[in-house]
């Protein structure tokens, strides 16, 4: 296929154009280059024949619309999204733009598209949102593809948005499309402002380790290749109209998960052992939801997926890829809000 992917040079989309390059599609990877953006992610295939980046913006119709005619896709993967909830909590406005009116956006050049070129068969609309949109779990239960929705965050009320809009699109105009909702994604090129980067270049640093409350909010981590394998298995097979869920099948405290790094590089870096000292309770974020937790007994049943590395595994991996490429991630160090303590209105 000819795949464009919005968001590509981002943490997810990044993993999701060197996965698909590497299984011999041709990708166009449209990105905006915010600030969680690096075109480090995807220098592995950036002199690939099969490999095109352009910069533009999913707000832009224009340029969507440019794009789209000078490259004919046989599929969008729409992936460009804001993410960080503690910087919705600070600043919603730049999440309703992006993830609603991007999404609408992108909705609309796509469906121009596709309808001026008969409505080919062959092309699908996957839209790539997340389980945050389901609200929060008690100690008990998972989240499956008809559980109601009930975001508690601005980030989890616009993907819900975007999901609504991506539904309506398919009932409405027909467009051909498919959605996953994925738990908590973690490994290589991860921005550094997320739980895990931040856990280890701040022990890497002898800084502080921030945990929230008491560390007892429970998530359910998966790997990020693990996840572009599934989004790309789910862009060819999945059923169109239909959502899968994807997780890691790996719950972990935050805390548990905390250790976990910390005893890790306590291995690679002994001399600064024990690692697990640096840690430090803050006050939790308004809204913090408890659990997260996904079935995926659709993608396994229909598309025969599973992921494939534990949290121990992936871990060891990730905290591997940190110590080996400060090269990547120092100069994002820099970025703007980088190594603050954000959401805390």
């Known amino acids: 296929m000819k795949i464009l992917v919005t968001g590509g040079a981002g943490f997810i989309g990044s993993a999701v154009v060197r996965q698909a390059v590497a299984q011999g599609h ?140 991506v539904r309506a699109w398919a009932e409405t105009y027909g467009l051909p499309v498919v959605l996953t909702n994925c738990s908590n994604n973690y490994g290589p090129y991860h921005f550094p402002e997320k739980l895990i980067p931040v856990v280890i270049l701040n022990a890497l640093h002898g800084r502080p380790i921030p945990v929230y409350g008491k560390g007892e909010n429970v998530r359910d981590w998966l790997y990020v290749e693990d996840h572009a394998d599934a989004l790309l298995t789910v862009l060819a097979r999945g059923q169109l109209g239909r959502s899968y869920n994807i997780g890691g099948e790996n719950e972990a405290r935050n805390i548990d998960l905390v250790q976990m790094i910390c005893a890790l590089l306590d291995q690679h870096r002994p001399d600064a052992a024990p690692h697990a000292d640096l840690i430090t309770y803050v006050t939790d974020r308004p809204g913090h939801d408890l659990r997260y937790a996904i079935d995926p007994a659709r993608i396994s049943a229909e598309l025969g997926w599973r992921p494939s590395v534990t949290l121990a595994q992936g871990l060891e991996k990730t905290v591997a890829w940190y110590l080996e490429n400060q090269d990547w991630w120092q100069p994002l160090l820099d970025r703007d809000g980088v190594g603050t303590r954000l959401g805390k209105a």
Request: a negative charge.
């Open 26 to 165: 041709a990708v166009v990877n449209l990105d905006a280059l915010t600030y969680a953006a690096c075109l480090a992610n995807v220098a592995s295939v950036a002199d690939d024949p099969l490999y095109a980046f352009v910069q533009a913006n999913i707000c832009d119709r224009a340029a969507l619309d440019a794009v789209l005619a000078e490259h004919q896709p046989d599929a969008i993967m729409h992936l460009a999204a804001e993410s960080h909830v503690d910087r919705s909590i600070d600043g919603p406005g730049c999440f309703i733009e992006t993830n609603v009116t991007g999404t609408y956006t992108l909705l609309e050049a796509a469906r121009a598209y596709w309808e001026g070129r008969d409505k080919f068969a062959e092309f699908r609309f996957h839209h790539i949102s997340t389980d945050e949109v389901y609200g929060s779990l008690g100690a008990t239960g998972q989240f499956t593809e008809d559980t109601p929705y009930d975001p508690r965050s601005p980030y989890s009320a616009t993907k819900a948005a975007s999901d609504h809009l």
